[in-house]
Every structure is written in C-alpha cells, then in structure tokens.
C-alpha cells in the first residue's frame, strides 16, 4: 500500500522548529569558551593589514578605531547571541587598526641604492649567517656623504680575531644594499621582516675590522650582559660554552653552522633558541624552589601566602633574564607568556587552560602585532594549545595509571608527541623539511633539558658573582654535549629529514582554523576541525610550483623540468636557489640541479624551449655584448641594461630596470601564451616596500 507523502509533512515542520533550538544549544555550549575566540578575532585583523595590497588612509584608520572601542567595550551588553559577534568584529578592526600603528611606528630610514664605503656603527646584536659568516647589527650609523639607515647588519668575510663585543663603537668597509624582497612572487618578504628590525640595509665586508671606541666601562645593561657571556665561555670553553652562552644569554654568535643544522635535522633548534620552554623552565624551577624555601619557615608558611610570594620572585628572576638574554621578539614572546601563567598564579587562577594561552596571544598581539605572519608565534602557540588541549582529553584516562614512574613516563611520551603533532604542519610550511626522527630525538634530549642543562645553569647564573660558576656550568656542559649527541646521531640517519613543498595560502587558511576550531569548540561541531584540516591537506598536495622563475636582480633563472627544478646557472645568486629549491620540496644543491638536463648554451646566454616560447637568459657584460637581437615569441632576461628596440615581433626584454620594478617573477608558458605574475602583485605597495623619503640617497 502506498503511504500518503501528508503523512510526513508535520515531521518536517517540526524539524524546521527544532533546527534553530538545536542551533541555539549549540551556540550555548561556547559560552564559557568565547573569550578563546577573542584573540582569534583580532589576529584575522592582523592578517588582514597584512594581506592588503595598499596602506588605509590615516582617517579610515581613526574611524576604525573610534568604532572598534564602543564595540569591544559595550558589545558584552548585547546579549549572549549577538554581543559575541559585535566584540569580535570590534577585535578585528582593533587588530587592524593595531597593525598599521605598529608599521607606522617601525618607521626608519632605508637604503635607496646599493653603497660601497666606509660604515661606521655601534655593534648591538651577533650571530651567524647560514653560511657560519660571523654577522654584525650596528647601530648609530654613519656612511660616507650618505644619510645613513639607523641600524645595518653586515656578514664578515674576513677572520676576526678576537671578535668584537657588543658596545664597541667599530669601522669597516662594507657593501650594502636595500633589504631584498620576496625571491618568488608570494614568498617570504624579507624587507618586511627587516623592517620591523628596524634594519635599514644589509650587506657584507671582506676588510679587517677597526675598532673606534671601546664599549664603556659603566655598568649597562650590554656590558653586563657580555661579561656574562665571557664568563660563561671561560668556565665552559669550546662547542658547550657557546650553546651555553646560547641559551643563557641569548649570544649564537659561536654556535657552528653544522651543530646548527644537526639540531634542526633532528627537530631540536627549539633547544638552542630562548623560547617558551627555557622562560617556563626558568620561572617553573625558580618558583618551586622560593616556595618549598619559605614552606620550612613556619611563620611565613602559615601567615603569608607563599605561593604569590614565590611567583613574584620567579616573575623578578624572568624579567632578568629577558634583559640578560638581549630581549630578542622570540624571548619577549616567552617572557609574556610566562608572566601571564606567573600572574594566573597571584590572582588564584587556573595556569594551565586555554584561557591563559589566550590571555598571552592577545597581549603579544597588541604588543606586537607582526609577530603573528612568523613561524615562532604560530609553532609556539600551537604547540600550547596542542598539549593543553589534548591533556584536558586525555587527563582522566591518566588517572587510572595507578604508578606514578610509569605515569611519568607515559606523559613524557604524549607531551612531545602532542607538541610535535601540532607545530609539525607550521615548521614543513615555514621550513619546508619534516623531521622524520624528531620524536624519538625529543624523547631521549628534551627531558635532560629540564632536569641538568637549565638547573645546573641557572645555578652557574646565581653563582656567578662569588666566582663559583665554574662546577655548575660544567655540570650543564655534560648535558649539553648529550643533547648535541642526540641531534648528530638522528640527523644522521636514513632519510631524517622529508622534503615538503610550499603549501598555497588556502591550505595554510584551511590548516590553521581547522586546528583552531578543532581545540577551542566545545561539542560534536569541532569535527568541522578534522574536515578543515583533511581539506588543508589536499589542498597542499595540489598546490602547483611555477613553472618559471626569475630572480629580481636577473642573475638567475629557473625552470621546472620533468626531473625538477632546472637553475640557468651552477653559480651565482645562490641564496635565492636555496629557496626556489627548498620550496619546492628539492633537497638538491644549486651545483646539482644546474646539471640537469634543459638549458642550452648559446652565444649569448642559455637558451630553454618551452611550448612556443624560447626563453633566453643573459648574465654579464660579454653575453651582453654579444646579443644582437631577438624576434618572435622570445622572452630574453638580462642581468645588464639592453636596447629594447632590439626586440622585434613577439620578442621580450627584461631588464634589471624592469625587475626593480617588478621585483621577482613567475611564469607559465602554456602553448603560445606567456603568463607572467610579478612579486610586486602580492605584496602591493606597502611601507616596507616603497622607496624611503630620504631622496638624498
């Protein structure tokens, strides 16, 4: 018998009743998590400062702001539907409007042209280059007949010995340039990053070093900041003194490059780098001891509250070392993140929740609003939110491990492969490697971190002053030498490390809110975390190299062949191979890409065929010299200035001119159609980006 469709027609009009009570329960359940959404909210205005092609007009940007308050301030008021939605608009404008402030404030001088001459500065900052080059950030600069940027940084060439100390007023002759731009369209943008570094050219010296002035003998903060250094080095020499003087006082200036990419290979550069696991273990340790030291005093236990007490004094000895590590963006990022846990604890609240990872995302962002486009911020807080998160979870099936040894065993386990998991997507897309051993080389160094290596060196630190440093630090030099073991023994292994192109920003998007969504919602809907993050990953799988490059000095091209990435040149512009190759997921060196099989010498250039097109590149005045013209579809890049009327027909010419203008290129050839997509294209006209006011220059 056939049923009658009238049957069903009261079922669906109650459905349609009960979606929006469903909705509305739903919506419920995130009430007592909305504030983890706050931060969320004024980062997406972050992003989108930095995602626009064009600076607001300083108008829009009062108005915004002028909107943005009443919003944040009066939104709460609204209701519990429509109040969240308006505070979080209001985040997003504020995160805006935050944004262009701090781009504005960054505002300093810039290099116009490249400079060869004497450069005179204050030195403030060592390290390393990629290349092990020892490298120099000056400040108080001056050039020759040349307004002069208000902070360079300069690779040296050249040996130096003793080196320089921080303080000392130094000459040198240098070459510098403009900070570069992104070495593909859509790529990193160095000359944003340097722009917030206040770095207003780089460059390199292959000439002695001079010292001017010495650093003065008062007590500053820099002087003492390198004795410190100099003491570590003394008590520790070789290899573990510089790690040490590394991670106590933030100086990598003496670290070697392999010992570097060891500890990258093996998933362990977090160890060498002051983060939020040295602030945390530093507070941690120093807040337990202040308390179970005032716990034996009987008056003080019983009539004081000792637990406020001690975090005030782990909050004190933080602070020192943020001065004392130099207070780079990565250690003032652990140092809020460790005063807000440290000031949950005087206010009795609960440290470890997500409610305080998002108290320390939004006073970074307000703070420092940039920090949120680099790979620090993003590995730092989801590697936070990944193990509170999955311990909320996972903590009451660890209740029922009855042996506390075991129990610790088990959370040591689960705590590095929680944090792992969750910075594992950030590092492959920022640094383009997968550290296939990373796991087991945290396991067996991560834990001696916290047990020996700090401990014994925050020991050497309090000790320093009675000359009694010495013991403890070379307790710290046996953990040390352990961890570096660890990493040159896993980096060593069989495919340690997985090449991983560079992901498209959509997979990036898609990665990031579904992770996001899948730590913070409170329900069954967190799974459209699970479908967001399954979707990143297609994604990413799909997204396509270009099938051309072009350097934006011209003095290097590159295209994808069958057997992969094909450079025009064995030699020369090799920092910006290195990152055409790492981004495509190419662990090959320049030398050996080059010999692969496509370009063809000519007699003026080297010659690749493509569809219809012929691309042709031209580096150095002999090739120059030597090409007599072009015609039909030709597409000719030179690193030397050409007569464009030697072109004829479909014929191109691009020249160094054209490419400063342009920055660097992409291409697709498909058939007869040439498709070009310019650096310039994506990053827009920014700040950072336009040529500096100083028109002196």
Request: charged share 15%.
């Amino acid at each position: 018998m056939q049923r009658s469709g009238r049957v069903y027609r009261p079922h669906i009009w109650v459905a349609r009743v009960r979606a929006p009570a469903a909705i509305r329960k739903e919506w419920l359940k995130q009430e007592w998590a909305l504030f983890l959404w706050a931060p969320i909210c004024l980062g997406l205005g972050v992003g989108l400062y930095f995602a626009a092609l064009r600076e607001p007009a300083l108008w829009l940007l009062w108005a915004m702001g002028l909107i943005a308050l009443p919003m944040v301030i009066g939104g709460r008021w609204l209701g519990v539907y429509i109040g969240p939605v308006v505070v979080g608009i209001g985040l997003g404008l504020g995160g805006y409007v935050l944004a262009a402030a701090e781009a504005l404030r960054h505002a300093e001088p810039v290099l116009t042209s490249r400079y060869y001459g004497p450069v005179e500065g204050r030195v403030i900052l060592q390290d390393r280059a990629a290349s092990g080059a020892l490298r120099l950030t000056l400040d108080q600069v001056r050039l020759d007949r040349r307004r002069a940027p208000n902070r360079v940084r300069v690779a040296l060439y050249d040996d130096i010995s003793p080196p320089p100390k921080n303080g000392d007023t130094v000459i040198l002759t240098a070459h510098l340039s403009p900070p570069s731009g992104p070495a593909e369209p859509g790529g990193f943008d160095f000359r944003r990053h340097a722009w917030y570094q206040r770095l207003g050219a780089v460059g390199y010296s292959r000439t002695p070093v001079l010292l001017r002035d010495p650093a003065p003998e008062t007590l500053t903060l820099m002087r003492l900041r390198q004795t410190f250094v100099t003491r570590i080095r003394t008590a520790l020499p070789g290899q573990s003194g510089d790690i040490a003087a590394a991670l106590l006082a933030g100086d990598r200036s003496g670290v070697p490059p392999d010992t570097v990419r060891a500890l990258r290979d093996s998933n362990l550069a977090h160890l060498l780098a002051i983060s939020g696991l040295h602030m945390g273990l530093l507070a941690g340790l120093v807040y337990a001891v202040t308390r179970r030291t005032l716990s034996l005093v009987p008056r003080i236990a019983l009539y004081h509250p000792t637990k406020k007490i001690a975090a005030a004094v782990a909050l004190t000895c933080a602070a020192a070392y943020l001065g004392l590590s130099g207070a780079s963006v990565a250690t003032q990022r652990a140092f809020v993140m460790a005063a807000v846990g440290l000031c949950a604890v005087m206010a009795d609240r609960r440290v470890f929740s997500l409610r305080s990872v998002a108290t320390a995302a939004l006073v970074l962002l307000v703070l420092q609003p940039h920090a949120l486009t680099g790979p620090g911020f993003q590995m730092s807080f989801a590697a936070t939110t990944g193990l509170i998160a999955g311990f909320d979870l996972l903590s009451p099936h660890l209740a029922r491990i009855k042996r506390r040894w075991l129990q610790a065993i088990v959370v040591t386990v689960l705590s590095s492969a929680m944090a792992g998991a969750a910075t594992a997507p950030f590092a492959a897309a920022h640094f383009n490697r997968l550290s296939d051993y990373g796991l087991i080389a945290n396991l067996l160094a991560t834990p001696l971190m916290g047990t020996v290596v700090m401990p014994a060196g925050i020991a050497g630190a309090v000790l320093m002053p009675f000359g009694l440093e010495k013991p403890a630090l070379v307790v710290m030099g046996f953990g040390i030498d352990w961890i570096v073991g660890v990493a040159e023994t896993v980096s060593a292994w069989p495919s340690a490390v997985t090449p991983v192109h560079t992901p498209n920003t959509a997979a990036f998007l898609f990665l990031t809110g579904g992770a996001l969504f899948l730590s913070i919602w409170q329900g069954i809907g967190r799974l459209a975390g699970i479908i967001a993050i399954g979707a990143a990953c297609l994604l990413w799988s799909q997204t396509p190299r270009p099938q051309g490059l072009v350097s934006d000095d011209g003095k290097l091209v590159a295209v994808l062949s069958d057997t992969g990435r094909v450079p025009s040149h064995p030699k020369g512009a090799g920092f910006v191979a290195s990152v055409w190759l790492e981004n495509d997921g190419d662990p090959a060196p320049q030398s050996e890409a080059a010999a692969r099989a496509g370009w063809r010498d000519a007699q003026s250039g080297q010659v690749w065929h493509a569809g219809a097109w012929t691309i042709q590149h031209i580096k150095g005045k002999r090739e120059a010299r030597a090409f007599d013209g072009c015609s039909g579809k030709t597409w000719v890049i030179s690193d030397q200035d050409l007569d464009k009327t030697l072109g004829t027909g479909d014929c191109r010419i691009t020249t160094p001119r054209d490419l400063r203008k342009s920055g660097a290129l992409a291409f697709h050839i498909g058939g007869d159609q040439l498709a070009i997509t310019s650096a310039k294209e994506h990053t827009g006209q920014r700040l950072w980006n336009t040529r500096a006011r100083d028109t002196d220059q």
